[in-house]
């Protein structure tokens, strides 16, 4: 599987952003999907995630509420909705996939492959 995201760049402090992680493959609609994050000095910090169907999702305090995950399994797909922006969300945002993962996980060690990251900016 590879993973391809994109969407990133500068936005302003209460602003909305959209990234996308389009996967390869035909075994997508069976996968968790994961979004991470690094931002600059700090370690990678899970930001949301969302099971196979879509049905169950989970998501970092400090992003619940402003950010929503969601995912078009014909598309291959998945989506994360980033709303009432601050500074402290200036990262590289990675999706990955959990091959095996029946329910979403804030475990990086439980994703199987990642994308290559797409870095979004919050100007204050």
């Known amino acids: 599987v590879q993973l391809q995201a994109s969407g990133g760049g500068l936005v302003q402090a209460g602003g909305t952003r959209r990234l996308s992680c389009a996967a390869s493959g035909r075994t997508f609609s069976s996968y968790a999907m994961g979004w991470f994050r690094q931002a600059p000095g700090k370690e990678r910090e899970f930001v949301t995630a969302?099971?196979?169907?879509?049905?169950?999702?989970y998501y970092a305090d400090s992003v619940k509420g402003r950010f929503t995950i969601s995912r078009d399994n014909a598309k291959n797909t998945v989506y994360l909705q980033m709303n009432s922006l601050k500074p402290e969300d200036t990262a590289v945002y990675y999706c990955?996939?959990?091959?095996?993962?029946?329910?979403?996980?804030?475990?990086?060690?439980?994703?199987?492959?990642w994308g290559q990251g797409t870095e979004v900016t919050v100007s204050s």
């Open positions: 969302i099971n196979w169907s879509g049905g169950s999702t």
């Open positions: 990955a996939a959990d091959r095996y993962g029946v329910q979403p996980s804030e475990d990086s060690y439980e994703y199987d492959y």
